[in-house]
């Protein structure tokens, strides 16, 4: 399963090398009702504990999926996760867990930070990039090769 964060990292071509996709920003409209979904970022203001029972429900499953069923962690990082803090968490998590992390990065590797970077195992300037490590490290070809034990 790969682990994804961020618009349109679900969209990059997972299924195509047949791998099951997690995204945290749909599975958070899974998670809540329809009234948590459309208030707790209000809730954040003006009732702390309602917001927080709510937050601890997402980031318990989240963490949860990551930590036991991620193979590889897919990030964008961008001036929304920048500015976030579940993204830096997740980063972490995976890098605890040796479990890979790849960013797709839309800013220059020196206006992240150092702790991110060292989170990651491969930084790709964009998703075409990407795709095609992903494919050549974790597609069929790749797959066979393995259980063939050839190059």
């Known amino acids: 399963m790969a682990g994804a964060n961020g618009?349109?990292?679900?969209?990059?071509?997972?299924?195509?090398i047949y791998h099951r996709v997690y995204d945290p920003t749909v599975e958070t409209r899974r998670l809540l009702n329809e009234?948590?979904?459309?208030?707790?970022?209000?809730?954040?203001?003006?009732?702390?504990?309602?917001?927080?029972r709510v937050m601890r429900i997402v980031i318990n499953h989240d963490v949860d999926v990551m930590?036991?069923?991620a193979d590889y962690v897919v990030c964008l990082w961008d001036e929304a996760a920048r500015e976030g803090g579940g993204t830096h968490a997740e980063l972490t998590l995976a890098y605890r867990k040796g479990i890979p992390v790849y960013m797709v990065a839309e800013m220059p590797v020196e206006e992240i930070s150092g702790w991110v970077v060292?989170?990651?195992?491969?930084?790709?300037?964009?998703?075409?990039d990407l795709k095609s490590?992903?494919?050549?490290?974790?597609g069929k070809e790749?797959?066979?090769r393995a259980l063939w034990g050839t190059r």
């Open 142 to 144: 790749a797959q066979q």
């Open 118 to 128: 060292a989170c990651s195992t491969k930084i790709f300037p964009g998703f075409n």
């Open 67 to 69: 930590a036991n069923q």
């Open 7 to 16: 618009a349109n990292v679900s969209a990059c071509g997972f299924r195509r």
């Open 35 to 52: 009234e948590e979904a459309k208030s707790y970022r209000e809730w954040k203001l003006t009732d702390l504990d309602r917001f927080r």
């Open 133 to 138: 490590f992903l494919a050549a490290t974790y």
